[in-house]
C-alpha cells in the first residue's frame, strides 16, 4: 500500500542563527501546532505580553514558499514605556487587546535572558509552559518559525 506524504504543520525552534530569513543551521525543534500564543513579562514594566498567531501554509500556486505566521490578536496587561498598546486597542477584563500592524512574519527572534522570565508557549487546549520545555536558552536568540513535517 502506498500513501502520498502528509505535510503537517507546525513551530521549529532553534538557537541561533545568520540572519532573519534563513532558518538557522543546527537542528531544529519540531512542534505540531496551527494556532499558538507567545506570551512573556516585559522585563523592566513586568507586564504581561500575549500575542496569538495562526499558522498558514504557503498561498497555492507558490511552489517552495514557506509557511507564514499571521500574527492574530496582541494583549497587554497595561500600557507603560515602549508598550504602548496599538491605536486600536479596546480595554477587556483589564487587557488592552488590539490587532498587530505587521501582520504576517516568516518568523521571529526572541532575546531569551538568563536574567528575565522565559517567554511561554500556549498550545491549544494545553498550558501555557514556558520555551525551556522545548529547547534550553543559551541566554541569546531562539529563532521560531513556521515548518513543516511529516
Do not use: K
Not at 6 to 26: K, N
Not at 32 to 55: C, N, P
Not at 68 to 80: C, D, E, I, M, T
Request: glycine content about 10%; some cysteine; proline content about 11%.
Amino acid at each position: 500500500m502506498s500513501g502520498a506524504a502528509v505535510t503537517v504543520l507546525g513551530l521549529c525552534l532553534a538557537l541561533g542563527g545568520a540572519d532573519a530569513v534563513t532558518p538557522p543551521p543546527g537542528p531544529a525543534v519540531f512542534i505540531v501546532a496551527h494556532r499558538f500564543t507567545l506570551a512573556w513579562t516585559h522585563s523592566i514594566e513586568h507586564v504581561r505580553w500575549e500575542e496569538d498567531y495562526e499558522l498558514q501554509p504557503a498561498p497555492s500556486g507558490s511552489a517552495g514558499a514557506p509557511p507564514r505566521l499571521l500574527a492574530v490578536l496582541a494583549r497587554v496587561q497595561g500600557s507603560a514605556a515602549g508598550m504602548e498598546p496599538g491605536p486600536d486597542a479596546v480595554l477587556r477584563n483589564g487587557w488592552f487587546e488590539y490587532r498587530p500592524a505587521q501582520r504576517e512574519h516568516l518568523g521571529l527572534w526572541l532575546t531569551r535572558s538568563p536574567y528575565t522570565a522565559d517567554y511561554e508557549l500556549c498550545l491549544d487546549g494545553a498550558p501555557c509552559r514556558p520555551l525551556s520545555a522545548w529547547l534550553p536558552s543559551d541566554g541569546w536568540r531562539t529563532r521560531l518559525w513556521p515548518c513543516a513535517g511529516g
